[in-house]
């Protein structure tokens, strides 16, 4: 994607070759219900992490790892991904747009998305609001040198308690052998941790048409078929589902950037062009304030963001909150594990 940024130079030094034969698929349809009110008015991959949206970190990760072609699955308010689509083509990234009318899951919308990339060797698939420093091209490589019979990999990682994920039991050989989906009793510690590179004949796998899911359709029969196998790398992973996490992510790309993150400047605040901020203001712990926003004066930011034309007032507290677009934070405020909403007021 070649993204711009103070780390552009030394970046591209590290990237590896082209990955020749394979292509992405970012799924970024949903409605995002748990970042909510955020995505009231617009869809969660757009949201910033910094200087960058969600999706162009994902863009940023492929293109370390040699894959510049990529097609991005959307449904929710799809046509919000149109500029970012035009500036990354117009920047020479093969990036295309397929649309869900109606909601199609995981399943239909790989789906579809993989009718347009028949003549990839091997696809990676990301999901639109995970965040992943693992080594995409390892994963990549392990999948086409295995038996022609396997169609997928799985990155997996063990975690203290697996019942917030899906859990993965994997032989010593590598080969995956069971896949359940979140379950009060997990049969492993082991964790799907949601980057899956595959063959397009995972198209084969999958019911031709409607809804379906990857993680109940396909890859529980790969599992017991052994076409299925695992890459486990124990790296940076973090789910942006929440305004929490949004909070997170942002926090560690200032202060502690995981590999493949789009470059931005270290510091405990980042403050962009067109932003205003009251020299008196305390920003602190990873804080990020957008163009047209405002701090005023004595306000302390502690791992905070405030997107476009947010407004902090004077004596304001705001910790580990998101202040929405053109969101108001009154006078001497406080707002703690917050997400206000687009034009939301808190205070007077």
């Not at 799907?192 to 379906?212: C, K």
Request: glycine fraction near 12%; include cysteine; charged fraction near 20%.
């Amino acid at each position: 994607m070649a993204l711009a940024g103070p780390a552009g130079a030394g970046d591209r030094a590290r990237r590896g070759p082209v990955l020749t034969g394979v292509a992405a698929v970012v799924l970024a349809g949903g409605v995002g219900s748990r970042m909510h009110p955020l995505t009231a008015d617009c869809p969660k991959p757009l949201l910033p992490v910094g200087p960058w949206t969600l999706v162009e970190h994902q863009l940023n990760a492929l293109e370390r790892a040699g894959i510049r072609r990529v097609v991005l699955s959307t449904g929710y308010r799809h046509e919000d991904f149109l500029p970012l689509v035009a500036r990354c083509r117009a920047k020479g990234v093969d990036l295309t747009m397929v649309v869900e009318e109606t909601p199609l899951g995981t399943g239909g919308g790989l789906r579809e998305a993989l009718r347009r990339l028949p003549d990839a060797d091997a696809v990676v698939v990301l999901n639109g609001d995970l965040l992943s420093g693992h080594d995409i091209g390892a994963q990549v490589e392990g999948l086409v040198d295995s038996p022609s019979h396997v169609v997928a990999s799985v990155h997996v990682r063990d975690v203290e308690d697996a019942r917030p994920y899906g859990s993965v039991v994997v032989g010593p050989d590598g080969i995956v052998t069971a896949f359940v989906e979140k379950s009060p009793t997990p049969p492993s510690l082991t964790v799907n941790a949601g980057t899956y590179v595959v063959r397009p004949s995972l198209l084969t796998h999958l019911p031709v048409s409607g809804t379906a899911s990857v993680e109940r359709d396909a890859f529980p029969a790969l599992a017991a078929q052994g076409a299925l196998v695992a890459h486990r790398e124990d790296a940076y992973f973090l789910d942006v589902g929440t305004p929490a996490a949004l909070v997170t992510a942002t926090r560690d790309l200032l202060l502690a950037p995981w590999p493949g993150a789009a470059p931005a400047p270290l510091g405990e605040a980042l403050v962009l062009d067109g932003a205003e901020v009251s020299p008196t203001a305390a920003l602190l712990g990873g804080t990020v304030v957008h163009p047209g926003a405002v701090v005023g004066d004595g306000a302390r930011l502690d791992a905070a963001i405030v997107l476009e034309g947010g407004q902090v007032g004077a004596g304001a507290r705001v910790t580990r909150s998101v202040v929405g677009r053109r969101a108001r934070v009154g006078a001497g405020t406080t707002v703690t594990d917050a997400a206000l909403g687009s034009d939301e007021v808190a205070g007077a």
